[in-house]
Structures are given as structure tokens and as C-alpha cells.
């Protein structure tokens, strides 16, 4: 994890990093000094692998795996219980925090107080079927690019872990899940581990306020994913649905002068947990009032 600390009293932000994203990812850099710039602490929850050395376990990080998350919120909160906590999830790291937040439901740490995904792959199962057709292939090709070395040096020092025939084969990122992220977590495929994994399955259970922002020309998701999560919205006062036309990727560019773009999702997923903040502050001052009022003088 990488960190900064705020006076004492000030919230807390923890942010989750996309697939094979790095504390040089431009959004990183972007968002964290958003937070930084309202006088929050900040947390970079670097997944398992993308610290810069690998990983010293047979395991790694994927889209579902929630259990270090889980770990990082409850040890932040037991060094400081009397801090407010705030989270972002990136791509990936939203579909994390997102599945989370559903296992969790009405169970969450009294301390948090709101969340805010960008660009999530919702169904992992379409996103991977998405990503392997047309432009979007370039994407795959840049992910893959760093994901076959590491699972190459992984079954150096784990030689009867993998098949490296099937870690070489893999072209896309359905048969790199299939071959090295479902047998490396105990999932039975890539079909079985999407299925188990893909947040669009939990927004049901969500019981935070969270902001879903995603661009409709996203090359990860074909259209008929965003309509399904805007369904599940409708019913879930929970989740707060900003779906812009355009934006690709974790990319919400926006501006009129070229060499000071403004990057709009670092923005206004920092303006929403300023916000989130902001209302428990209000509402526990109301409540506050509201018991001295009924205290007999």
C-alpha cells in the first residue's frame, strides 16, 4: 500500500487501481491529488503483483477477489476508528469494491460513508467476449502484454502450478483467465470465475451510497450491460447512476484547451465523497440536536 497521512479527524481515502495498474497510472496520480487537495489522507491499495516485485504466493488479484480489501478497510479502521473512510475503485478495482459492498450489504464498517466506481467491467463474461473484437483488441493486447510474463515467472517458482504451453497460447484475455487466473484462484474456468465474480450480480445487496460512472462508448462493455445495471439502479436507492456518452475507458477527458485537459471522473468521483461526507456531517449534527432537544434541562 502506498499512503499519506492528514490531520487527525480528516476522512480517509482509499482508492483500487485497475488490471495491471501501477502508482504511475495516470488516473492514480490524478485522483489521489484530488483527495489530497481537500486535506484527506489517501491509500493506494496496490494489488497483489503490481507493487513492482511479484508476488511470493502461488496467488494473485483478479476481479473477484475481495478478501484483501476486506483486510485493508479493517485495519485502517481499527488504527483509526474515529476517522470517516471514503473509496474509489478504478476499473477492475470497482468491480471489486462493488462485489464487496454487495457480500457486506447492511454489514458494512459504521466508519465508511461512501464509494464511487469508474468504468466497471459489470459482467466480466461479456466484457471479456467485448474486448477481444475490433479496436478494443488493442486494449486486450496491452493488458496481456504484462499479464503472460508474470504468470510465466509465477510457474518458474511454481513449476506444477500452470501449463505454460496454455500460458503461451493465450491471445486474449478470456483464454489468459481460462488458463492462468481460473486454475490459480480454484475456480472450475474462465466461465465459472466470471460468473462467481462479476459485480453486476451484487448491486443488488448494495447498501452505501455509490456512484457508478461509465462512458457508453466504454470498449469493454457492449450497451446492453449498462442497460441491465440501469435496471437494477432503478430499484437500489443506493446507487447513484452517471452514465455519459462518451469517455472510453477510465478516460472522461473533457476541456477546451489542449495541454490543460480536465480529467472529469478523478473529479467527480472525489466531488461525490465530498459530498457523502458532507451529509453525514449535516445529518449527524441534526441528530445531535435533535437528542439535546429531548434532554430535560
Not at 28 to 36: K, N, P
Not at 44 to 56: I, V
Not at 185 to 197: I, M, N, P
Not at 268 to 279: G, K, M, P, T
Request: glycine share 8%; net charge positive.
Amino acid at each position: 500500500m502506498l499512503r499519506m497521512d492528514a490531520p487527525p479527524g480528516a476522512p480517509r481515502f482509499l482508492l483500487l487501481h485497475g488490471l495491471e495498474g501501477t502508482p504511475r497510472s495516470h488516473y492514480v496520480f490524478e485522483i489521489l491529488s484530488r483527495a489530497r487537495q481537500r486535506g484527506w489522507a489517501t491509500d493506494l491499495l496496490l494489488f497483489r503483483s503490481c507493487a513492482g516485485e511479484p508476488n511470493r504466493l502461488p496467488r494473485s488479484y483478479h476481479s473477484g477477489e475481495t478478501g484483501d480489501l476486506d483486510f485493508v478497510v479493517r485495519r485502517l479502521i481499527e488504527i483509526e476508528p474515529d476517522r470517516p473512510l471514503v473509496i474509489t475503485g478504478v476499473s477492475l478495482g470497482g468491480n471489486v469494491l462493488l462485489k464487496w459492498l454487495g457480500e457486506l450489504g447492511e454489514q458494512l464498517p459504521r466508519q465508511l460513508r461512501g464509494a464511487a466506481v469508474v468504468s466497471v467491467p459489470f459482467d466480466l463474461a461479456r466484457s471479456a467476449r467485448r474486448i477481444d473484437r475490433g479496436f478494443s483488441r488493442v486494449y486486450q493486447w496491452h493488458f496481456l502484454r504484462t499479464l503472460r510474463p508474470k504468470a510465466l515467472e509465477k510457474l518458474r517458482r511454481f513449476p506444477d502450478l500452470l501449463s505454460t504451453d496454455a500460458i503461451a497460447a493465450a491471445r486474449s484475455i478470456y483464454s489468459f483467465d481460462h488458463a492462468v487466473t481460473a486454475p490459480l484462484h480454484g475456480f472450475e474456468s474462465a466461465d465459472d470465475y466470471y460468473a462467481r465474480s462479476s459485480s453486476i450480480h451484487f448491486l443488488a445487496r448494495i447498501r452505501l451510497p455509490t456512484l457508478l460512472l461509465s462512458a457508453e462508448d466504454d470498449p469493454f462493455l457492449p450497451p446492453d450491460v449498462l442497460d441491465d445495471v440501469r435496471r437494477i439502479a432503478n430499484i437500489n436507492p443506493a446507487l447513484q447512476v452517471e452514465f455519459v456518452k462518451r469517455g472510453g475507458h477510465v478516460g472522461f477527458i473533457a476541456g477546451t484547451v489542449p495541454w490543460k485537459p480536465i480529467y472529469y471522473a478523478e473529479h467527480r468521483c472525489v466531488a461525490f465523497l465530498a459530498d457523502r461526507l458532507q451529509r453525514r456531517v449535516v445529518s449527524d449534527g441534526v441528530a445531535s440536536a435533535a437528542g439535546s432537544a429531548r434532554t430535560p434541562v
